[in-house]
């Protein structure tokens, strides 16, 4: 349920949506172990609900520039699964997310983006308790178009957050008595680059 509204000549408009569902045999990613292999496969929970809200704000205070955010708000559980399950979020499900920015057009055929994305934390996975820490990433572009040709000089995560997108929990070194430990995967570190492209 939702409700999209403009203003003052369409300056602002915004988006606002609720939603809420209910799942039945909600197919959950896990694994088997054996002998140090991982197996994964889709298993069925019995029941799930979801619930949440999602809002987007657009200003345009004049011609040149344009403020963004929008944010989403999660709440998640299984209803019904194993008793260590029940009653907890399900993996990669964060309480919230993020979008704050920018973009102003200078000069002739010239704009400059910025903005910051962020997310809440979050369980790895359905087989351990190890979660994500919350974060926020810094992007920003500079684009010029002349015609059908546009560059944009770009950077992803400038400032070269260290975050984690995912998580195993396992034994894997000998030394410790192959003791569980967390093992993570990194997210994208500061990145640049350059884009050509013609629009035909």
């Known amino acids: ?3 999209n509204s403009h203003y003052y000549d369409n300056a602002v408009i915004s988006r606002f949506n609720l939603f809420y569902g209910k799942r039945k045999d909600q197919q959950v ?5 054996a002998s140090r292999s991982f ?4 298993d069925n929970a019995a029941k799930g609900t979801y619930y949440g809200l999602e809002s987007q704000l657009d200003f345009y205070p004049n011609e040149s520039l ?3 955010t929008s944010l989403g708000l999660l709440k998640s559980e299984f209803d019904s699964y194993t008793a260590a399950l029940t009653g907890r979020a399900p993996a990669q499900s964060p309480e919230y997310q993020y979008n704050v920015g920018f973009d102003v057009a200078f000069a002739d055929g010239w704009i400059f983006k910025s903005n910051v994305e962020g997310k809440g934390s979050y369980y790895f996975s359905n087989t351990h308790d190890q979660k994500s820490n919350a974060y926020a990433l810094l992007h920003a572009s500079l684009e010029y178009t002349s015609g059908s040709w546009s560059t944009v000089l770009w950077g992803r995560n400038i400032t070269d957050t260290s975050y984690e997108t995912r998580g195993f929990f396992f034994g894997n070194d000998p030394s410790t008595g192959y003791t569980d430990a967390l093992y993570t995967q990194k997210g994208t570190p500061r990145t640049f680059g350059l884009t050509l492209s013609y629009d035909f």
């Open 1 to 3: 349920m939702g409700v």
């Open 29 to 33: 990613k896990t694994y088997i172990e």
């Open 39 to 42: 197996t994964d496969f889709l």
């Open 66 to 68: 344009h403020l963004f």
